[in-house]
Nanobody, 125 residues
Framework: QVYLVESGGGLVQAGGSLRLSCAAS????????MGWFRQAPGKEREFVAT????????YYADSVKGRFTISRDNAKNTVYLRMNSLKPEDTAVYYC??????????????????WGQGTQVTVSS
């Protein structure tokens, strides 16, 4: 079992920045691909960004490419999402996700083995 706890959400003005963190329990964090998904009010949850277990590969949704950066620190069992140039349409609950795999990433919700509880990000215009 892996427990994921997100933090760092909040209210920010458009154009501002936030950094989300996701702390994972367990000693096998380095064997998990990690990802961030988000769900806006009235919409389905969608993929945002993902990083491979080693951190060597990253992928982003087109809507956040160039603005968001995913990274991880395996020594701290933590994955981060740096969000710059935030827009009102980035307002959502952001979820951390883990997939037990040494290879590849996690971009599909059906691939996710563990979810965090979510953290709210609100961007005001």
């Amino acid at each position: 079992q892996v427990y994921l706890v997100e933090s760092g959400g909040g209210l920010v003005q458009a154009g501002g920045s936030l950094r989300l963190s996701c702390a994972a329990s367990g000693r096998t964090f380095s064997s998990y691909a990690m990802g961030w998904f988000r769900q806006a009010p009235g919409k389905e949850r969608e993929f945002v960004a993902t990083i491979s277990s080693s951190g060597g590969s990253t992928y982003y949704a087109d809507s956040v490419k160039g603005r968001f950066t995913i990274s991880r620190d395996n020594a701290k069992n933590t994955v981060y999402l740096r969000m710059n140039s935030l827009k009102p349409e980035d307002t959502a609950v952001y979820y951390c996700a883990a997939k037990n795999t040494y290879f590849g990433v996690v971009r599909l919700q059906r691939e996710v083995d563990y979810w965090g509880q979510g953290t709210q990000v609100t961007v005001s215009s």
